[in-house]
């Protein structure tokens, strides 16, 4: 979620309109880039969220992601 992609930082907003939306929903962010760079990403998409944020990181591609989930089920 680049600071250019506003569309998909508008589409995550919505889940959560409120920032207190936020800290009772679960979000998933599975992207090639490093762990660090998506958790840096999605606090400055809920700025006031805090350590609050539930989020789940995956650095790799989504298929690699959903076997490891498929595995843990």
């Not at 930082?9 to 409120?18: G, K, L, S």
């Not at 979000?27 to 539930?54: C, K, T, W």
């Not at 989504?62 to 498929?70: C, G, H, M, S």
């Amino acid at each position: 979620m680049p600071q250019e992609d506003a569309l998909s930082r508008f589409i995550i907003r919505q889940f959560c309109e409120d920032e207190a939306d936020a800290l009772e929903k679960e979000i998933f962010y599975v992207d090639m880039m490093p762990v660090a760079d998506q958790e840096a990403r999605l606090r400055s998409v809920f700025p006031n969220a805090g350590q609050e944020l539930h989020m789940e990181t995956f650095s790799g591609g989504f298929a690699n992601w959903a076997d490891q989930v498929v595995q843990l089920i």
